[in-house]
């Protein structure tokens, strides 16, 4: 009778513990995400992109950091800046940002925090995010969006446009502004 009693008590106790240690796997997901997350820090940094052997753009930065996770990412916390070539190697356009972020699986970067684009004809582009795709060679966004020409003002929602800012579209225009040039004697 005693063993029976002991061999019940042993089991109840057995289950009482094996029921107070519950894991939830989501959160041991991310704590081993965590300590995966090598993370690679570089300062003064310049990637060039190239295609075909012919440079297309140059990444400058005063600090990177590579997170080394199951889908890797570059970030850029302290700003940064691309320069993008033609195939003379004579630059087309200028993009800067406060912060950069580039997946590197696909290989699309999102610049976010004052971002300014400049053009060749010095038309100039201003959104709080813009996302570059390098392997189409487009800058888009659903954000709102100022381009500035020689002549006019544009506002508006989402854009489509090549990394060069020479072919743009605004999805939703907002409004123009004609700018005339100042006349001085």
């Known amino acids: 009778m ?23 796997w989501n959160e041991i997901k991310k704590i081993s995400d965590k300590i995966d997350a090598e993370v690679e820090t570089a300062y003064n940094i310049e990637i060039l992109y190239s295609t075909d052997a012919s440079i297309r753009a140059r990444l400058l930065s005063s600090e990177l950091k590579r997170f080394n996770t199951r889908k890797p990412y570059l970030e850029f916390n302290n700003g940064l800046r691309v320069l993008f070539f033609d195939e003379q190697l004579v630059e087309s356009s200028r993009l800067t940002a406060g912060y950069g972020r580039i997946d590197e699986t696909t290989n699309e ?3 976010r925090n004052n971002v300014e684009v400049i053009n060749i004809k010095g038309e100039k582009l201003n959104s709080e995010e813009l996302i570059w795709n390098n392997k189409n060679k ?48």
């Open 2 to 24: 005693i063993k029976q009693l002991l061999r019940i008590l042993s089991l109840f106790i057995l289950l009482t513990v094996c029921n107070a240690c519950e894991n939830n």
């Open 138 to 185: 487009k800058i888009y966004t659903e954000k709102f969006v100022t381009i500035q020409t020689k002549d006019e003002i544009i506002y508006g929602d989402g854009l489509e446009a090549n990394e060069d800012l020479t072919n743009y579209k605004i999805k939703k225009i907002r409004g123009t502004i004609q700018v005339k040039e100042n006349l001085t004697d």
């Open 109 to 111: 970067m999102i610049a």
